[in-house]
C-alpha cells in the first residue's frame, strides 16, 4: 500500500493526481478484506487497470484506488474457451489466441488495457466487440462478495456494459468462446499494429479515442471538419495525426485535457447539431460527472493552433 501515489505514473496519458492509496493485493483473501474493510468504514474504493481509456483529475482521487493486475493475471485455454483475469493485457490474449488457432478476438487487436477494462466498456471495433465472446464474467462486488453473471446479463452495448450504470462490481475473471481459425496467423497482428503507428499518435501518451463515434459518423472526422485538429491547450494537443485523440505533449494537466473537449465538443454542437459522448472517463467520479464539467464554462479560450 502507497500513501499519496501519483496517478499519472499508472495512466497512458500519464496524467493525475495523487491517490489517498493505492493498493495493489497479492492475493483474493487479501483484496476480499480489503473491500470488506472498505465498506465497513465507508472508505471509497476505485478500480484501475492499465490506466488507459481514463483521465484522472489533477487533484487525485480520494479513497483507495485498487488494481488487479498483478492478482487476476492468469489465462487458461481449454478447447475453444479461454478463462482469463481481468488484470491480463488484451493483446496477449489475442496473441495467445491466433497461435493456438482461435479466432474471435481478432476486433480486439491493437487495443491496449486490461481484459477487464475491455470487459467495463465492451472494447472493440465495427467488426466485433469482447462483449459477443463472453460467456460469464466472475465479479467481486464491495463486501468481497461474488457473482457470476452472463453475456445477457451485463447488458453489452456500444462501448459500454452494465458494470458502467452500477459502480462497485470488479471484475476477477471471464470466460470467453472463441472459434477455430487455423488460417488466421499472427500476419494479422503485425498489420493491426503498423495500421496502428500509421493512423494513431503512439509516439505520445494518449488515453485512447476521447469521443465516441456518433451514428454514422465519426467524432475525429467531426473534430476535424470544424478545424480543431492540432488546438492545444497547455501540454495538451488535439493530435495533428488523429482528431479524436488527446496527447500529452509535455507536462500536460488534468484541465488543459478537459478544455480541449468543451472546445471541440462545443463546434461539433454548434456546426452539425451533435453532441459528443466521452468515451474516455473521469476517473474516481460518478457516471456523467464529465459531461457535466464539459457542459460548464464555455467563451474564449486559450487553445492555439499550429503554424
Wanted: glycine share 14%.
Amino acid at each position: 500500500m502507497a500513501a499519496g501515489e501519483p496517478l499519472a505514473r499508472h495512466t497512458t496519458l500519464r496524467i493525475g493526481g495523487p491517490a489517498d492509496f493505492f493498493v495493489e493485493p497479492e492475493t483474493e483473501t487479501a483484496l476480499r478484506a480489503l473491500l470488506s474493510l472498505c465498506r465497513e468504514y465507508g472508505v471509497d474504493v476505485h478500480f484501475l487497470g492499465q490506466g488507459s481509456n481514463v483521465l484522472v483529475p489533477d487533484e487525485g482521487v480520494r479513497g483507495v484506488v485498487l488494481t488487479t493486475r498483478r492478482l487476476f493475471n492468469r489465462c487458461t485455454f481449454a478447447g475453444t474457451e479461454v478463462t482469463v483475469g481481468s488484470g491480463y493485457a488484451l493483446g496477449r490474449l489475442v496473441q495467445l489466441s491466433l497461435e493456438r488457432g482461435l479466432g474471435g478476438l481478432e476486433p480486439l487487436a491493437g487495443i491496449p488495457g486490461t481484459v477487464g477494462g475491455a470487459v467495463f466498456m465492451n472494447a472493440g471495433t465495427a467488426a466485433g466487440t469482447i462483449g459477443d465472446r463472453l460467456v460469464w464474467a466472475r465479479l467481486l462486488d464491495l463486501a468481497g462478495e461474488e457473482s457470476l453473471l452472463s453475456r445477457e446479463e451485463m447488458g453489452f452495448g456500444y462501448r459500454t456494459s452494465r458494470l458502467q450504470q452500477e459502480p462497485g462490481r470488479l471484475v476477477a475473471e471471464v470466460r470467453l468462446r472463441l472459434e477455430e481459425a487455423p488460417q488466421v496467423s499472427a500476419d494479422l497482428l503485425r498489420a493491426a499494429a503498423a495500421r496502428r503507428r500509421r493512423t494513431q499518435p503512439l509516439s505520445y501518451p494518449n488515453a485512447g479515442s476521447i469521443f465516441r463515434n456518433p451514428p454514422g459518423d465519426y467524432a475525429g472526422r467531426l473534430i476535424e471538419a470544424v478545424g480543431a485538429k492540432g488546438l492545444a491547450v497547455g501540454g495538451a494537443q488535439i493530435s495533428p495525426l488523429h482528431a479524436n485523440f488527446i496527447v500529452n505533449t509535455g507536462g500536460a494537466t488534468a484541465a488543459d485535457v478537459l478544455e480541449l473537449m468543451r472546445i471541440a465538443r462545443g463546434l461539433v454542437r454548434e456546426r452539425f447539431g451533435l453532441t459528443l459522448v466521452p468515451e474516455i472517463r473521469l476517473f474516481g467520479a460518478p457516471a456523467g460527472t464529465l459531461e457535466r464539467r464539459l457542459d460548464e464554462g464555455g467563451g474564449e479560450t486559450g487553445g492555439t493552433l499550429p503554424d
